[in-house]
């Protein structure tokens, strides 16, 4: 695979199949795979999971995967690197950063147990996803002037669609419209500060929303059937375990960028959810890209 540049914040690549390696592959980095046409099995982690014309998978660091094709596959994958994860990506000044909407997106994917891997979308989302994606192959190539805008346009417009369809899967169904509205201003709230302790403060939150603390506290838990503070903790610590398995990031520098007062903080925190220190889990379990 083609290594992105230092400065490159994702690799968009289009591959037409009749066949795929029947060995896994094991991911290094996030990428999502959009089906243009074609139709077969998509088998990862051990699961198997059927696609056809349109189908959409987000696969993480870590996964191991294969297609099983049985009508020719047009692929189109977008990798997004190292340092898009790391938020130290920026795009250029005349281009949308990708760095917020991804790192929500990575968030929701870790809260709902990372086995997210096929998106489903309403046939009218999966209609302008299609003009999107059509969009963006027509610009891989494109010198012109404003192509790569274009293209990060394209997938920002991507990426934000994926981040609605996994955040809907946070919300219980059962609950009410108002509520299901309330909840998910609260999850990108609590995504868009995690690492700002101020404002996720119980009390500076149920200002923001105008709600009691008791009520702010008492809606997310019926629609998410967690506390405020359990999602916090354990957003902070997936996103955390997240960049000593997949960055270059120090524990100094991921404790800063999520919250905790200093690097003994993490550790302790760190300690109490997975039994080791953040080195050691880093050289423990660490993924090798092939």
Not at 51 to 65: A, H, K, R, V
Not at 105 to 112: A, H, K, S, V
Not at 187 to 199: A, F, L, P, R, V
Request: charged residues 25%.
């Amino acid at each position: 695979m083609k290594q992105l540049s230092l400065y490159e914040q994702f690799e968009v690549r289009v591959s037409d199949r009749v066949e795929w390696d029947p060995q896994p592959h094991r991911q290094s980095l996030f990428e999502i795979i959009y089906i243009v046409k074609g139709s077969g099995s998509f088998l990862i982690n051990n699961k198997s999971i059927d696609y056809d014309t349109d189908s959409l998978f987000l696969l993480t660091p870590g996964d191991e995967y294969s297609f099983r094709i049985s009508n020719a596959t047009t692929f189109c994958m977008i990798t997004f690197s190292e340092i898009l994860i790391a938020g130290k990506g920026q795009a250029e000044s005349d281009q949308p950063d990708l760095t917020e909407i991804f790192r929500k997106i990575e968030m929701t994917f870790y809260q709902l147990g990372k086995n997210q891997f096929f998106l489903e979308f309403t046939s009218v989302d999966k209609s302008f996803i299609r003009l999107l994606f059509d969009r963006l192959m027509m610009e891989i190539n494109n010198k012109r002037i404003f192509s790569s805008q274009i293209k990060h346009a394209l997938i920002l417009l991507v990426l934000n669609f994926t981040a609605r369809n996994l955040q809907s899967r946070l919300i219980e169904a059962s609950v009410s419209r108002s509520v299901k509205s309330l909840v998910s201003g609260v999850i990108n709230y609590i995504q868009e500060n995690i690492g700002n302790n101020k404002k996720l403060y119980i009390g500076r939150m149920s200002r923001h929303f105008g709600k009691s603390q008791s009520a702010l506290q008492d809606n997310f838990k019926k629609a998410t059937k967690t506390t405020i503070r359990d999602f916090i903790i354990e957003a902070r610590l997936q996103m955390a375990a997240s960049r000593l398995l997949f960055t270059k990031m120090t524990a100094s520098e991921i404790a800063d960028n999520f919250g905790y007062h200093d690097e003994s903080h993490l550790n302790k925190s760190f300690r109490e959810k997975y039994g080791v220190s953040p080195i050691m889990y880093r050289q423990k379990e660490r993924v090798k890209p092939q």
